[in-house]
């Protein structure tokens, strides 16, 4: 296994130097009266010169530990994901076989759940049928209120939903199952809220700084400090 030395930013000789110089470079400039003159515009230009410098070198500091691990965390991903292809296509494959039989399994339930259902229904239709033979005959009320019972259990049985099997399972498809994603797709932009639109900040930026006048824009300049 590789080891990995990990170095105490603030114990680098290297950075404390170039921190030292940043420091050293404020002198008076730091005091909460300060304020840029004549005199004091060309060492203000020379401290933001060296504060530059000394990050630019702290930085290089930090890439020169930070790089190697860098790169070798790229090349054991690339390891790793050579390893993990094929298992992927694999696992990917075997989704889609056990997907296929929990489905064929499902629509062989709710065709079972339908004729045992089909049958249900002939079973209290002919009832229902022999009830109203006999309550014509014996002209009875009850045997009439018998028959709308039995209809409206009809009535129940149709309209009820069709039984939805578990389609966990345990033993050779513990790890696969099948469950609802919702997708969506635009069908008319016209219709979304606004709270789901976004700006493209990136986008604004270089667009704006390319001179383009965006309508719904207030667009404005202002002066930056920059040092070299």
Not at 10 to 30: A, N, P, R, W
Not at 43 to 59: F, G, N, R
Not at 111 to 124: Q, S, T, V
Request: charged residues 35%.
């Amino acid at each position: 296994m590789t080891q990995l030395h990990i170095v105490e930013v603030e114990k680098d000789v290297q950075i404390q130097k170039s921190y030292q110089m940043y420091l050293d470079s404020l002198g008076e400039f730091t005091k909460p009266d300060f304020i840029v003159t004549v005199e004091t515009i060309e060492p203000v230009s020379d401290t933001l010169k060296a504060i530059k410098l000394s990050m630019k070198e702290i930085e290089a500091r930090r890439k020169e530990i930070t790089n190697p691990l860098d790169e070798a965390k790229k090349a054991a991903i690339v390891q790793q994901n050579k390893l993990l292809s094929p298992m992927v296509q694999i696992e990917k494959q075997l989704k889609i076989k056990v997907g296929d039989y929990i489905s064929e399994k499902q629509r062989i339930q709710e065709e079972y759940d339908r004729k045992l259902r089909e049958e249900e229904i002939a079973k209290k239709e002919a009832a229902k049928k022999e009830i109203m033979e006999q309550a014509e005959i014996n002209e009875s009320e009850l045997a009439l209120d018998d028959a709308i019972k039995i209809d409206e259990k009809i009535e129940d049985l149709k309209t009820a939903p069709i039984t939805k099997i578990s389609t966990g399972h345990r033993g050779a498809f513990s790890g696969a199952y099948q469950r609802s994603v919702k997708k969506w797709r635009v069908v008319d932009i016209k219709k979304i809220p606004e709270r789901y639109f976004t700006l493209n900040e990136k986008l604004i930026n270089a667009n704006v700084r390319a001179g383009e006048q965006i309508p719904g824009l207030r667009i404005w300049e202002e002066k930056i400090t920059v040092s070299k």
